[in-house]
């Protein structure tokens, strides 16, 4: 030990551990395992202990609390000066921690899947998180699965655009026919096709109408030939050659085994053609009246047919039919629960320690708020809590900070391009790798 001499004196440095005089309360050199949830200073909102997915999560959860205080302990100076606040707020802020780390890991995995789950389950949650117990989908924590991907938002937006299109999709098409009057132009469609819809339940759009909108999609006045066949230079019917065998085809018809969409494209073609080249009739839609051209005469058609859509509430569900109107719709109906305290790992536990120490230490600096300075004989000693507070702030920010940088670079996007990426420097290497001789 040094020690300073003046003539005969001799002066040792001053022990610092003053007793406080601001609080009688301070943090002891450990935590208590019989305290982290007691009866008479529960935790908060004890997530970990009453929803704990086994004994051992409990005890695990319970012993990273207990181990929390003898790191508060040390990281803020306990061995030389009394630290103002209690081990059960040090349990809050690790519970607070871990309820944090789930927080921004959920919403990392939710930028993740919530294109590939739209329309599915979701739930109803309690005033903890988690999803009640009568739920299927209660305790399988979803937010550590992997789902199935697919391009759903796509696919639906896709089915839309294929029934503009006229190649698919699931909005109902309905066609629906009224007899021409000679020298009658103008006809109230709706009038027509509502009329027809309440008149029978034979009718595919019986009781769908009402005064709902209807859009026209087609009017003609032949029915659509079900198929096209194109035939070879003998000709189709009574054709030169096996007839017990061809049919109607001739002899040299060819056959291609080709896709489905491409039959439809030259389907949708060849009508379009015929229409096109062989009809001399329009028509025009104002308001509600479809007005025909040239008017109705004796020995023009006698029956027109349209088809037609019917607007139906987005919001509502179809009767009998799966089109996910209920179900998962954004981020916050994700069936997410917290994180089970079993399921964070190493990483995770080291960035709940750090940021329930940083709220540790805000808490001391706001306890040492409360009083500026305190009295000493012939002096008065300034607290340095507001201090505390300010980079017990910044150091909660910073891991904030830290924590969604780490997850953004993880995504499941970015972990595609990483791949992409690996995969053109492997092929660049190669490329200058010049190919092995085989030696025998």
């Known amino acids: 030990m040094i020690r300073l001499c003046q003539g ?7 022990t610092l551990a003053p007793s406080s005089t601001t609080s009688v309360s301070r943090l002891p050199v450990t935590g208590n395992v019989d305290n982290v949830n007691s009866s008479d200073n529960p ?4 997530v970990y202990i009453d929803h704990a997915s086994s004994h051992h999560a409990l005890q695990g959860f319970v012993t990273g609390a207990v181990d929390q205080v003898s790191y508060v302990y040390k990281k803020l100076g306990g061995d030389v000066l009394d630290i103002e606040i209690t081990e059960y707020q040090v349990y809050a802020a690790y519970e607070e921690a871990c309820l944090e780390y789930s927080y921004l890991v959920n919403v990392h995995q939710a930028k993740n899947v919530l294109g590939s789950v739209l329309g599915a389950s979701t739930g109803s949650f309690d005033n903890d998180g988690q999803l009640s117990g009568s739920h299927s989908l209660s305790g399988s924590n979803i937010a550590l699965r992997y789902p199935k991907y697919s391009f759903d938002y796509a696919l639906r937006v896709g089915e839309k655009v294929s029934t503009e299109a006229g190649i698919g999709g699931s909005t109902p098409i309905y066609s629906a ?9 103008d006809y109230d469609l709706q009038e027509l096709i509502s009329g027809s819809a309440a008149l029978s339940s034979s009718f595919p759009y019986f009781e769908k109408v009402g005064d709902k909108r209807v859009t026209i999609r087609k009017v003609y006045y032949k029915t659509p030939n079900a198929m096209w066949r194109f035939y070879g230079y003998y000709g189709g019917l009574n054709t030169v050659g096996n007839l017990s065998y061809y ?4 002899d040299d018809s060819t056959f291609e085994v080709i896709p489905t969409w491409q039959n439809k494209s030259q389907a949708m073609a060849f009508e379009d053609a015929i229409y096109t080249r062989t009809s001399h009739f329009s028509y025009e839609i104002k308001d509600n009246n479809l007005r025909l051209f040239p008017k109705p005469y004796r020995g023009g058609p006698e029956q027109y047919w349209v088809e037609f859509t019917v607007e139906t509430d987005p919001w509502t569900e179809e009767a009998g039919k799966e089109d996910g109107g209920k179900g998962v719709n954004n981020m ?3 069936p997410f629960e917290n994180i089970p305290y079993d399921s964070i790992n190493s990483i995770g536990k080291q960035w709940i320690r750090r940021f329930a120490l940083a709220l540790s230490k805000e808490m001391l600096g ?5 009083f500026a300075t305190i009295p000493i004989p012939n002096e008065n000693v300034t607290l340095n809590g507001p201090s505390l507070v300010s980079e017990a702030k910044e150091e909660q920010g910073a891991l904030r900070e830290e ?6 670079e993880l995504t499941y996007e970015k972990l595609a391009e990483k791949d992409s990426n690996i995969s053109d420097s492997a092929q660049n290497v190669l490329r200058n790798i010049p190919p092995s001789l085989y030696v025998g």
């Open 332 to 334: 916050n109906t994700l």
């Open 43 to 46: 935790l908060p909102y004890g």
């Open 403 to 408: 924590l969604k940088t780490v997850l953004d």
């Open 177 to 185: 026919s009224f007899d021409a009057i000679v020298d009658q132009q």
């Open 366 to 370: 706001l306890v040492r708020s409360k």
């Open 8 to 14: 005969d004196k001799r002066m040792a440095y001053p």
């Open 247 to 250: 049919g109607q085809y001739a």
